[in-house]
């Protein structure tokens, strides 16, 4: 089965810094899904990505999908308090549904 | 449209009781996707549904079931709580032709 593995585990960074969040896949990618968490709630869907080199961005944050390290990355620009949650990633499996990887928390302190 | 919706959003059992969980998904979707997540194990697959039909199924024991209505409206039992069986369950739902899943706000269960 495919299996996602993120690093940072957890970030704690100042406002205003910048940050990289990584998805690894263990098997090739086919479509990679960033969603982001508040803690204990739902999760929202932030973007989607399914070509490789493609790179998407949401206000502050940019995605980009490298097929051939088989590697997704996150990057917050200028982070704010509103960015901290558990950020994760997931990848579609046979049958059509996700498969996550464990998340990535971060904080932002003021 | 309306999000996902999920009721209760909180819940406290004992052990070897029973639970039901509620869904209504996003109208016009009909599949919906039950997860649990726990600090432990993050966010495991429990179980999807289509058009009534249980169409995946996670590695969960058989304690864990789920129906589906013709409204697409689910709900996911668990029965003989366990105290491991604390944990948040999102439920999701997805257009017919998508693959992106949008997340209700869970149900969070804690069992004493």
């Known amino acids: 089965s495919q299996e996602l593995e993120q690093s940072p585990q957890s970030l704690i960074v100042q406002e205003g810094k910048n940050l990289t969040i990584n998805c690894t896949s263990s098997?090739?990618?086919?479509?990679l899904y960033w969603y982001k968490q508040k803690y204990g709630e739902g999760l929202i869907f932030l973007m989607m990505?399914?070509?490789?080199?493609e790179e998407k961005s949401h206000e502050k944050i940019t995605a980009k999908l490298d097929e051939k390290k088989q590697q997704s990355s996150l990057h917050i620009t200028a982070s704010q308090p509103s960015h901290a949650g558990i950020y994760l990633c997931?990848?579609?499996?046979?049958?059509?549904?996700?498969?996550f990887g464990e998340g990535t928390q971060l904080t932002v302190n003021p | 449209k309306a999000g996902v919706t999920q009721t209760p959003r909180y819940l406290i059992k004992t052990r070897g009781q029973q639970v039901t969980l509620s869904c209504s998904p996003i109208?016009?979707?009909?599949?919906v996707s039950w997860y649990q997540q726990t600090p432990g194990q993050g966010l495991q697959f429990l179980f999807e549904?289509?058009?009534?039909?249980?169409?995946n199924k996670g590695n969960f024991p058989g304690r864990f079931s789920g129906r589906q209505f013709s409204n697409s409206r689910s709900e996911m039992n668990v029965s003989t709580l366990e105290l491991g069986d604390s944990a948040l369950y999102l439920c999701?739902?997805?257009?017919?032709?998508?693959?992106?899943?949008?997340f209700g706000p869970g149900t969070r269960l804690l069992v004493l």
């Open positions: 999701a739902s997805r257009p017919t032709s998508g693959v992106v899943e949008y």
């Open positions: 098997k090739t990618l086919y479509g």
């Open positions: 990505l399914q070509k490789g080199g």
């Open positions: 997931g990848a579609e499996t046979s049958g059509s549904r996700l498969t």
């Open positions: 109208s016009g979707h009909r599949s």
């Open positions: 549904y289509f058009s009534e039909t249980q169409r």
